[in-house]
Each structure stands twice: as C-alpha cells, then as structure tokens.
C-alpha cells in the first residue's frame, strides 16, 4: 500500500512532467507535420502543373510533327501533281484514249475529269504545248459522261464531233478513241483519304498510341 502510494507519488509528477514535456513537442510537430505536408502538396502539385505542361507542349509538338510531315511527305506520289486536293499526272507517252484510261485505272486513278474552271485552267497552264485527253466520254450523238457514266456537268464547251474529250491551246476539243496523244490522270490526293478515314476525336489517342 505505502510502496504504491509512494510509487505513485514517485511515478505522477514523472507522468506529467512526461506528459508536459511531450505535448510541446506533439504541437510541435503537428505544426511541423502540417507545414510539411503543406509544402509537400505544393511541390507535387508544382510537378503535376509542370508534367501537364509537358505533355501539353508533347503532344502539340507531336501534333505538329505530324501535320509538318505530312505536308512535307506530298500528299501526290512522285511525279504527279497536287492541286486543290487531287494529284494529277500529265504522261510523257502518246497513246490512244482507252490505252491512256487503261494507265490511270492501273495507278489507283482516271483520266482527269474535269470539274472546275479553276481546274482546266490549272491544267491548261501545266499540260504544256501537247493535246492532253482527258476523262469525258460520250457515245458520238450522246452527251458528255464521265468515267463512272455520270453526266458531266458541261461547265466548258467541248469543241469537235470525236467521242473523247482533249485540252488543247483553247480548250477541250474531242476526237476518235483509237488517235494518240498524252493524257492527264487523276486522283483525290492521300491526305484528303487519310482525314475523311480518321475522325478528328481519334487524332490524340492515334498519336500517343503510335509515336514515331
Ligand atoms: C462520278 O464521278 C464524279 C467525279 O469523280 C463524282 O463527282 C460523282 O459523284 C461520281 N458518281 C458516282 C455515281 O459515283
Ligand atoms: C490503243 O493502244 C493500245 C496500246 O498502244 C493498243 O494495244 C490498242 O489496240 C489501241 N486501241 C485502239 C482502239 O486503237
């Protein structure tokens, strides 16, 4: 009884003094925690707004790398050329209407089927001194079809009684089938392939799914 009150007595002041010298340095800490755990949020959070800046600048760049190349990588194969998204290929050869279709059908394209003024007018600059046949057809008597047998849309006369059309010096003019001259394929250039086949929203994960 006495030994434990002494104890007690002994073990109190021992307790409180523990207590009391404990509890600055708890608030102490508490505080230190605080501060830390403050700074600690500010820095990762500093690291989180620098990675998203990062990645922002990444994935632009990326962006960018990847339009620049595909408008340095021409949209037009070599030695065809780009004008208002279609390649066109103006031949070195002479050949008769089907044979010069024939050709086109075998590069993925036809016979240029003239659908604009600023069309025949970009061709008549480029075609040079040569007649140049071009994709527009009909049965002698008949109007004016296109490869795929659509109307074509009469947006320039075409002169002469042949059945396939021409671009000469003036204009269009048309001649016999079997006659030789060069000739002007067409396509719709790759790019314009490409985007109408990739939807805008897939653009960010195709670039982050497949880095160069
Ligand atoms: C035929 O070809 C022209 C020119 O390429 C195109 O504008 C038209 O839509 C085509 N028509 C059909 C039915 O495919
Ligand atoms: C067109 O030219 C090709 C190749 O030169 C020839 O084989 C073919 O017989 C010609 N067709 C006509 C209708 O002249």
């Known amino acids: 009884m006495h030994d434990g009150n002494r104890l007690k007595k002994d073990c109190e002041p021992v307790e409180l003094l523990a207590d009391s010298s404990n509890l600055h340095p708890r608030k102490h800490s508490i505080t230190n925690t605080l501060n830390q755990v403050l700074v ?17 600048f990444l994935v632009t760049g990326r962006k960018l790398h990847r339009m620049s190349s595909e408008c340095l990588e021409a949209a037009c194969p070599e030695s065809w050329i780009g004008f208002q998204r279609k390649c066109f290929y103006f031949s070195d050869d002479f050949k008769n209407w089907t044979f010069s279709q024939r050709f086109c059908d075998s590069r993925g394209a036809d016979l240029v089927q003239v659908e604009t003024i600023q069309e025949l ?21 008949q109007p004016w079809k296109l490869i795929n047998g659509t109307a074509w849309s009469n947006c320039f006369p075409i002169r002469g009684g042949g059945e396939c059309a021409y671009l000469n010096d ?9 006659t030789e001259r060069k000739w002007i394929c067409s396509k719709p250039d790759a790019q ?12 960010f994960t195709m670039a982050t799914l497949h880095p160069e």
């Open 192 to 203: 314009l392939e490409e985007w109408s086949e990739v939807p805008s929203s897939t653009f």
């Open 40 to 56: 600690l949020s500010i820095i990762i959070l500093l690291i989180i707004t620098v990675i998203a800046i990062l990645v922002g």
């Open 121 to 141: 007018n970009f061709l008549l600059r480029y075609k040079g001194p040569y007649d140049h046949w071009i994709g527009i057809s009909r049965e002698l008597g």
């Open 170 to 178: 003036k204009g269009a003019s048309s001649a016999r089938h079997y």
